[in-house]
């Protein structure tokens, strides 16, 4: 028999306490931040003139994926003032999610629902502010009342577009890019337990070799988190562009 | 005969813990399902209009992604019930 105990959830989602209330998922969040606000502003301080290199390379090439490869996919030329804003929220979220493969941080800050929830918070104010700018109180008439509808299907259509646009949107951003992250996060722990425990299997040294298997899955399953952290990102980027880009330009 | 009777004796704690068990993972393998047949079909469906387009692959690779995201979102929800339900 081996020992395999699978710690409680609060144990492995929690560390110390560095000072109360401020864990190791503030510190990452906080560095997360600062990390991405000091390599705009290397970027942004060097020549212009110049051939971009180092920092700046770095950051033109951030720059560069995010309008090609968000904004102008889903929102058009028109929705190229829109990257400052995007890409904050893309550097934070990739910044936030990587240190889950990092060694001995091994935390993704997004793990916990706080940030996730407060970021699609944000967004959503964002998108419905967008929507009254853009088209005034039609907003809500062309959000609630979709045109080419037969008008007693409004009974039906109505409600199910009030939840899906202004309910579940924020919902289901905060879900899954919180879900992903805590389920990426409980399969490494499982994987590391059981190869950990198999190695120190006592009293039966033919499961030793055993071990050996779930720590290559382990070493997998680290490189598929390295995936996932950016392709989270870059959805929860591409969602809030896409929202944001129908609330400005409704469809006719 | 031993492991029976201790079977046959769980408290009521224990009992409500092994049916929450029990049925957290019922609720996830069931929330997997329409999910997984969701995503098979819509990544396929996305190689097979790449290969007979190439050149309009990043826009479907584009909207792969956006309705891979709604797709998954299914199961996730369910993933959390799954948690909370064990916990």
């Known amino acids: 028999m081996i020992a395999l105990e699978f710690p409680p959830i609060n144990e492995i989602l929690r560390w110390k306490d560095l000072f109360p209330s401020f864990n190791k998922i503030a510190l990452i969040a906080v560095a997360a931040a600062l990390i991405g606000t000091v390599i705009f ?31 102008m996919q889903t929102m058009g030329r028109d929705g190229l003032g829109w990257t400052p804003f995007l890409m904050s929220i893309f550097m934070f979220i990739y910044l936030c999610n990587v240190p889950g493969i990092i ?32 088209q005034g109180i039609g907003y809500l008439k062309s959000s609630l009342f979709p045109p080419g ?13 009030f939840i899906s646009t202004f309910l579940v949107r924020p919902f289901s951003l905060t879900v899954r890019l919180f879900a992903n992250m805590l389920a990426g996060h409980i399969l490494l722990v499982t994987f590391a337990l059981l190869s950990e425990a198999l190695f120190q299997a006592k009293g039966n040294p033919g499961l030793i070799p055993v071990g050996v298997l779930p720590l290559f899955m382990l070493i ?25 880009g129908g609330a400005a330009h409704p469809e006719h | 005969m031993e492991a029976l009777s201790a079977l046959v004796a769980l408290t009521g704690d224990e009992e409500k813990a ?30 097979e209009a790449m290969a007979r387009q190439p050149e309009a692959a990043g826009m479907v690779r584009t909207t792969m992604f956006l309705g891979i995201a709604f797709t998954e979102a299914l199961a996730l929800i369910g993933f959390v019930v799954f948690i909370l339900i064990g916990l």
């Open chain 1, 149 to 161: 509808v037969p008008k007693a299907l409004y009974i039906l259509v109505t409600p199910i577009e």
């Open chain 1, 41 to 71: 502003l290397l970027a942004g301080s060097k020549d212009p003139m110049k051939a971009p290199k180092g920092v700046r390379n770095l950051a033109e090439t951030i720059v560069e994926f995010i309008e090609n490869g968000i904004v």
């Open chain 2, 18 to 47: 092994a049916a929450a068990a029990s049925s957290a993972g019922f609720a996830y393998g069931l929330a997997a399902i329409g999910p997984g047949i969701g995503i098979g079909y819509l990544v396929g469906k996305s190689v």
């Open chain 1, 220 to 244: 997998f399953l680290t490189g598929f988190e390295v995936l996932v952290a950016f392709l989270q990102a870059y959805i929860f980027t591409i969602l809030t562009a896409v929202y944001i």
């Open chain 1, 103 to 134: 060694p001995f941080l091994q935390m993704p800050a997004t793990a916990r629902i706080a940030i996730p929830m407060f970021l699609s918070l944000l967004v959503w104010v964002v998108f419905i502010g967008t929507g009254f700018k853009h």
